[in-house]
């Protein structure tokens, strides 16, 4: 029968390093008393015109047939969704989009158009919803989407 141990718990570093951690807490009163005027309790209006408002939020464009018809959405570490891919041994060069939301045909053949690629170079997995492009040509994407303001 095997015998239970007990398990220590792991020590704070501060044993190990004999710190003495400042007391900061007890130099500071328990409360403070806190003076505010009338006027800087009341909330402050919104912006009324288009110019007051934060330079971060943006119109929509009056043109929606200038936008194309699909998007590329980005990776939650802010980076375009564009990889290099090996196939056969490492023989086979790709490169892979993906995140592609709307009209995938329209952007296969806008890079087609901006790449100089043929027919063969670039297709749609339709499985994963991805283009596949052959050779390694994610610097030119990576450019072409953030010229088009991805």
């Not at 220590?8 to 390093?17: G, K, N, Q, T």
């Not at 919104?46 to 990776?75: E, I, K």
């Not at 892979?96 to 901006?114: P, Y």
């Amino acid at each position: 029968m095997l015998r239970q141990t007990l398990l220590r718990r792991a020590a704070a570093p501060s044993r190990f390093l004999n710190l003495q951690t400042p007391s900061v807490l007890s130099s500071l009163p328990l409360c403070r008393r806190i003076t505010t005027s009338s006027d800087s309790s009341r909330p402050t209006p919104p912006p009324s015109s288009p110019a007051d408002l934060p330079a971060f939020t943006s119109t929509p464009d009056s043109n929606p047939a200038a936008r194309p018809p699909y998007l590329v959405s980005r990776t939650p570490s802010l980076f375009l969704p564009v990889y290099q891919d090996t196939k056969r041994g490492g023989n086979k060069k790709l490169t892979v989009l993906k995140k592609i939301e709307g009209d995938a045909r329209a952007l296969k053949e806008a890079l087609k158009a901006e790449l100089k690629l043929e027919d063969g170079q670039i297709k749609i997995n339709h499985v994963t919803g991805h283009i596949e492009i052959v050779g390694f040509r994610k610097d030119e994407v990576v450019s072409y989407l953030t010229k088009q303001g991805f």
